[in-house]
């Protein structure tokens, strides 16, 4: 019970910490930086000391430094996992889904008829459930890796879609109207425009699309992978009861989700450094 009672002193002390800081310097761009980190590392802390304190077993939850233990252990095995998965499955996914997403965008921006049909049409099969679409594209497309890119375009694909027509109809009427007094063609009224509007929107549907790739893309691979994969290790991993080796998966996951959302984000601060949301960030 020693673990347990330290871990929960050091977790009131550190949310005493946090709270001062951001009380009292929460404007400085290091303490904004601090406060998150400080917060994860007590996270740690607390699950560390209760696992350890509590006497749980390593087959329901084992601790961070066991979890830390075999990350590092298994570095080769992850690595061939997340090569795998997202760089080959997710990433490639989400760049022909999101690509495909704003040409369509685009086209049906044109057609009314296209806005009365398809869009109906995605929100339904955006509705069908990922358990439900995952086995018929693995069928469809093969054990490897492309299977899990189909599963990731169909995912990606109508978010982003949805996001960007609506980007496209974001400008006001006196905008379109001085665009046609200067008698702006359709293509230079696009680029000049419409487009830059629907960065905002674009962008949004960007930033949900990436963390629906890799959920895609791991869900996927439990319906059929080669002997590699993150899905594919979770599962087999479960079997085995090596805990330890599928929180290591799930931390590499979080991880490549986290810095693929960051990214995004940074590319959207840099074309839209004009837009009222990015204001006043540093």
Known sequence: MIWAFGAVLFWLLAMALNTWLAARHGASRAVQLFIPALFGITLLVLWEGLVRGLAVSPVILPA???????FAGALPILWTDFVQTILKGALSGYLIGCGAAIVTAIVIDRSPFLQRGLLPVGNFVAALPIVGIAPILVMWFGFDWH?????VVVMVFFPVLVNMVAGLKAT???QRDQMATWSASYGQALVKLRLPAAMPFLFNGLKIATTLALIGAIVAEFFGSPTRGMGFRISTAVGQLDLPLVWAEIAVAALAGSAFYGAVA?????????????RGRS
Do not use: C, M, N
Not at 64 to 70: E, G, L, N, W, Y
Not at 147 to 151: D, E, F, I
Not at 266 to 278: A, C, D, N
């Open 64 to 70: 961070p430094s066991v979890i830390a233990a075999r």
């Open 147 to 151: 299977s899990k890119a189909a599963v």
């Open 172 to 174: 006001d009427a006196l």
């Open 266 to 278: 940074l590319i959207e601060r840099g074309v839209t450094f004009w837009h009222p949301s990015q």
